[in-house]
């Protein structure tokens, strides 16, 4: 896709941003307005957005922490979160229905990646569910077992990507 951007979440991305997550999770399961902005305000190096023609279509949110257990609900609302944690947690990717399959999730995962790298992280870790264990490790993640969470009232998996030098 020619007109494909993957950058980092500027403040007036909000309203789209909330589209994206609207569209990708249950009400049960999606973060808030709020829960977004705060992410955005927190930790905007972790936050990325594709912008296709002017219009965010993708986003990839995430924390950052020393614990490998990445089953707490606190973290995603940044408690607990240190920039200089070795862990990456992703808390969601998305792409608009619309927009799906052709790639934009993996091109934010891997300008993800690659940032990860940059800075020395040890891991990314993510929560998903059974149907996109096969996604993950396409993408070169492990599955790491069933997690406690019971967010949403779903059963979530472990995903994990080491990140080597
Ligand atoms: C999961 C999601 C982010 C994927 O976005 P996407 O932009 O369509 O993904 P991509 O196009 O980058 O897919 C990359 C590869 O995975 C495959 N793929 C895409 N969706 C898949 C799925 N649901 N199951 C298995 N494989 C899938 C594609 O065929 C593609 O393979 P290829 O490169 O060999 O052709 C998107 O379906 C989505 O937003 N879902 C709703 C929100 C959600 O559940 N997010 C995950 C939270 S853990």
Request: charged share 25%; net charge neutral; proline share 2%.
């Amino acid at each position: 896709m020619n007109n494909l951007v993957i950058r980092n979440v500027q403040p007036n991305d909000l309203a789209e941003c909330c589209a994206v997550e609207t569209s990708g999770f249950s009400p049960e399961e999606a973060a808030s307005r709020e829960t977004i902005k705060l992410r955005m305000d927190m930790f905007s190096q972790g936050f990325f957005v594709a912008e296709f023609n002017g219009q965010v279509v993708g986003m990839l949110n995430s924390g950052c922490t020393n614990k490998d257990d990445i089953s707490d609900e606190e973290l995603k609302q940044l408690i607990g979160h240190d920039i200089n944690g070795k862990n990456m947690v992703i808390f969601a990717l998305a792409v608009l229905p619309e927009f799906q399959r052709r790639g934009i999730a993996k091109q934010l995962m891997l300008s993800f990646v690659e940032e990860a790298r940059r800075n020395k992280k040890e891991k990314v870790l993510l929560m998903c569910k059974r149907n996109l264990i096969a996604y993950y490790q396409g993408l070169g993640f492990a599955h790491a077992g069933l997690s406690r969470s019971t967010h949403g009232g779903a059963e979530w998996h472990e995903m994990r990507l080491s990140i080597s030098a």
